[in-house]
T-cell receptor, first 111, second 114 residues
Framework: QQQVKQSPQSLIVQKGGISIINCAYE??????FPWYQQFPGKGPALLIAIRPDVSEKKEGRFTISFNKSAKQFSLHIMDSQPGDSATYFCAASISGQNFVFGPGTRLSVLP | SQTIHQWPATLVQPVGSPLSLECTVE??????LYWYRQAAGRGLQLLFYSVGIGQISSEVPQNLSASRPQDRQFILSSKKLLLSDSGFYLC?????????????FGPGTRLLVL
């Protein structure tokens, strides 16, 4: 019940395309859902986060869509750029505790 | 603003040698602190977390240990390294409470055990 599932494991997108990464959870007590971006050799960095009281949050080219009834949330990267090539992790927590991370998605954006 | 430091950045150690990795956080008080390990191309494996000085919870049984001698200092140790201890070690911090839930990661330490 503490697990967060993430798909796909890897994703290849052409420059300018839309990248979509999906996550699903079981524990309805989760109340905070961040996405992290990690470049090789670096620590993960917070990209964007959402709470379950909203269905969508947008920051620049990055959008989180949240479906509370389905217990799913997804990251959309619009106009994907080669600089977006990285590993993306979704996560869920209960008020900043009990963080659970997805296994990660390796995104490659082709020029 | 808050910052998190880890050192060393890279470490090459022989099998059987001891290990000490240090993590310090600046700009916040009484943070929750975490140690993760990440194998090449893999996800994040939580090793230890701490909610206060001297309070350590272990998530995975192994030959590693953690200590928190000060509020903003977290140390990962081993008495004898194994080949399987190689990986990328990440320290992270968070605080409890609505509006402050984010977990922030340090730059990591790459450990190679030969």
């Amino acid at each position: 019940q503490q697990q967060v599932k993430q798909s796909p494991q890897s994703l290849i997108v052409q420059k300018g395309g839309i990248s979509i990464i999906n996550c699903a959870y079981e524990n309805t007590a989760f109340d905070y859902f961040p996405w992290y971006q990690q470049f090789p050799g670096k620590g993960p960095a917070l990209l964007i986060a959402i709470r379950p009281d909203v269905s969508e949050k947008k920051e620049g080219r990055f959008t989180i869509s949240f479906n509370k009834s389905a217990k799913q949330f997804s990251l959309h990267i619009m106009d994907s750029q080669p600089g977006d090539s990285a590993t993306y992790f979704c996560a869920a927590s209960i008020s900043g505790q009990n963080f659970v991370f997805g296994p990660g998605t390796r995104l490659s954006v082709l020029p | 603003s808050q910052t998190i430091h880890q050192w060393p950045a890279t470490l090459v150690q022989p099998v059987g040698s001891p290990l000490s990795l240090e993590c310090t956080v600046e700009g916040t008080s009484n943070p929750n602190l975490y140690w993760y390990r990440q194998a090449a191309g893999r996800g994040l494996q939580l090793l230890f977390y701490s909610v206060g000085i001297g309070q350590i919870s272990s998530e995975v049984p192994q030959n590693l240990s953690a200590s928190r001698p000060q509020d903003r200092q977290f140390i990962l140790s081993s008495k004898k390294l194994l080949l399987s201890d190689s990986g990328f070690y990440l320290c992270a911090w968070s605080v409890i409470g609505k509006g402050q839930e984010t977990q922030y990661f340090g730059p990591g330490t790459r450990l190679l055990v030969l």
